[in-house]
């Protein structure tokens, strides 16, 4: 049976692109506050002349609608800007994440035939201009404006605030100034040549295969989800939210648009330290923190311990309902969503208490999602209450994955297929049960466990390796391994984590591995499947705790 979302489009059609959206917002906020950090803020009056700048030198370097733009900076103004910037112009944003090896970021670039990237020289010990040369090495003897690069063969300029001792790269400056060349006409008409169907935003998002598939997802997603969204996070207009998940994840982004749909307060603090957390909190007004997982809960601790009113926070202390009760962890919204969907798909209110008999429910659909539940193996639909996997069509589903053929991600029918297991009850309330097949869901974000096992099989020293998802308590799930040494080396865990932080990012490193002693002792199936479940009863045994039941 499918199942249809709750919320109907309204007689008048809300703008449905991100240029007039958001000046939509900025007609009725400019004078508010947009982007807060503790060195500056922007109100929407200015953020619009900023991203406007930016779109016109943009114009004027040769982007435009469909441009393949790459952003890879951490949170905060300049973040929001250039994102606003490329998005008015039409252009195909690619975010990369702040995390990234020099490896993935190869991948991401070229993958994704990026032409021009805007970004930040350092954050927290990366210089991602040395992260750029170690990608792509040919780089250093290329021009400014001009580049030449094999493995991203369309990339031709790279715009850093710190551009010193990079013959290859330009600074912000030096694209701004290009931004007179362009007239503010000829960006509105630009802007007005926007359509809701166009592609916008390509997320990296670990998935079945070894290295990260690129998701697509439309204007009309970007501009029309994140409002719905907001109903359910209550957020208003006066509100300052501190997002704790970064901007270039779903996650992160999806939060960033609601607040920016609503005229709220985007405050980013200069670091995700808990401490420089605080301090940003404390001094910027923050009313409203998004965030969940073991980082959520050390934050509380640490306001706690401080004399912070966490119950005055909304996401930092517990959840009330519209009675201003208490809602027991059980009864909360479970907020079921994935980068494919723009976040989630299907979910309650904040404030909405689940009845009694729905306990870790994830609630009812969300703007417009169809749902239907499926026997993974035959694809049919199986009867209302039954498991099966979660395929989802309509909403703000992606438009499909950068490089693969519609047939390889949709069904014929144009469902998408979730990989997650659910129950949906006959009063069209989804349950959560679990992830299908290779995905790690750790701290909020997806983890191939073939990218993975591909990373330690890479090393010499490992002769095979195999890798599951640990229940924890804190983190959801745990990157957890096992691990054949070579014949004739002595591995250790410490050593085997540091040698795979060169290759991948640090939430991608196994916090736990098990050394075996052959290949016999890895637990599969008569046709040499991996035994995932039994894989991780064994890899818990033997470091001394047992899995979750």
Known sequence: MLRSGRFALSVAEPPSTIPAQFAATVAARGGCDAVAMLAETVTYAELHRRSAVLAR????????????????????????????????????????????????????????DVQFLLGARRFLGHDYGEKLLSAFPDIAGGKPGALRVVSAPFLRAVWLDDADGLGWASAHDDLLARADEVSPALLAAA?????????????????????????????????????????????????????????????????????????????????????VLLETMEKLGVNRVNGWGDGLTRLRALATA???????????????????????????????????????????????????????????????????????ETGTEVPTGEVGELQLRGGALISGMYKRRREEVFT????????????????????????????????????????VEAALNALPEVATSVVTGLPDEEFGQIVAAAVLPAPGTLLSEDGLRAALRETLSSYKVPRRIVFIASEDEIPRTATGKIKLHELGELIAGRSGRETAK
């Open 412 to 451: 014929p029918d144009g469902f998408y297929p979730t990989g997650d297991l659910c129950r949906i009850d006959a009063d069209d309330f989804l349950y959560f049960i679990a992830r299908r097949g290779d995905m790690i869901k750790t701290r909020a974000a997806n983890v191939s466990r073939l990218e």
């Open 57 to 112: 030198a943009l114009l004027a370097s040769g982007a435009g609608k469909g441009a393949r733009i790459a952003l890879l900076a951490p949170d905060g103004i300049f973040w929001v800007t250039a994102f606003l910037a490329a998005l008015r112009i039409g252009a195909l944003v690619t975010c990369c994440s702040t995390l990234c090896t020099p490896r993935e970021l190869a991948h991401m670039l070229g993958n994704s």
């Open 191 to 275: 802007e007005a040549a926007v359509a809701p169907s166009d592609d916008a935003i390509i997320v990296y998002t670990s998935g079945s295969t070894a290295l990260p598939k690129a998701v697509i997802h439309s204007q009309w997603n970007a501009s029309r989800h994140p409002p719905e969204l907001a109903k359910l996070f209550l957020i208003q207009p006066d509100d300052r939210m501190l997002p704790m998940l970064p901007a270039f994840w779903l996650g992160g982004m999806a939060m960033a648009l609601q607040v920016l749909s609503q005229g709220a307060c985007l405050v980013y603090p200069a670091s995700p330290d808990h401490e």
């Open 306 to 376: 401080r004399g912070v009113d966490v119950d005055a926070i909304v996401g930092l202390g517990p959840f009330r309902d519209a009675q201003g009760e208490l809602i027991p962890v059980q009864f909360q919204s479970g907020m079921l969503g994935m980068s494919e969907t723009f976040a989630p798909h299907s979910a309650e209110p904040l404030d909405y208490r689940m009845p009694e008999d729905k306990p870790n429910c994830c609630g009812r659909p969300v703007n417009g999602y169809e749902r239907r539940i499926v026997d993974p």
